[in-house]
Each structure stands twice: as structure tokens, then as C-alpha cells.
Nanobody
Framework: QVQLVESGGGLVQAGGSLRLSCAAS????????MGWYRQAPGKQREFVAT???????TYLESVKGRFTISRDNAKNTVDLQMDNLEAEDTAVYYC????????WGQGTQVTVSS
């Protein structure tokens, strides 16, 4: 069972950038999908971005063109570059791995001030 640890969250002004990183305790090479989800106060957790074993990416419509997901199978990391951040992006961001079972990190807080 893989352990996922997120880092890189923080407070940023609207229009700014943050880079989230997810470090896995073991190899992520065989995980079908790696991704990022988020949960804002009072809302359900929602999908943000995923990347497959072959590098195919999918994004939440509202983050397309602003967020970029990447994975490094050699370093066992998955990053989320977030640019042009908006107040609506404020949430706890969770790293996710899927290989038939779901694995989650503990989350990292992102706060965007308007």
C-alpha cells in the first residue's frame, strides 16, 4: 500500500502561482492514474487533474490552461503547477493514486486571497 505525502500549499494572492508536490513511499510506475483532488469548505471533494501511466492528462474544466499536472516515475512524484490562481481555487488539495484501489494523501491547504 502506497503512502502519499503532499507539500507546497500556502497562502497566495489572486493571480499568483503555487506548485504542489506529492511524494509516494514506493514506485508509482504501475499506478494506472495519479491525480489531484480538492475540497473547499462546505463542499464535496472534486476532481482537479489526473495523469495516466502513459502521460495522458485530464483536467477540471475551470482549471484548464491554468494548472498543469506532471508525474516523474523515477522520483515517484506527482506535481501540480497552479498558475493564475483564483479565490475559487481555495481548498485542501489531495494527492491520489489508483490501481484498482484508491489511495489518498493527508492534504495540503491552498488559500488564494482576492
Amino acid at each position: 500500500q502506497v503512502q502519499l505525502v503532499e507539500s507546497g500549499g500556502g497562502l497566495v494572492q489572486a493571480g499568483g502561482s503555487l506548485r504542489l508536490s506529492c511524494a509516494a513511499s514506493g514506485s508509482i510506475r504501475n499506478y494506472k492514474n495519479m491525480g489531484w483532488y480538492r475540497q473547499a469548505p462546505g463542499k464535496q471533494r472534486e476532481f482537479v487533474a489526473t495523469i495516466t501511466m502513459t502521460g495522458f492528462t485530464t483536467y477540471l474544466e475551470s482549471v484548464k490552461g491554468r494548472f498543469t499536472i506532471s508525474r516523474d516515475n523515477a522520483k515517484n512524484t506527482v506535481d501540480l503547477q497552479m498558475d493564475n490562481l483564483e479565490a475559487e481555487d481555495t481548498a485542501v488539495y489531495y494527492c491520489n493514486a489508483y490501481d484498482g484501489e484508491w489511495y489518498w494523501g493527508q492534504g495540503t491547504q491552498v488559500t488564494v486571497s482576492s
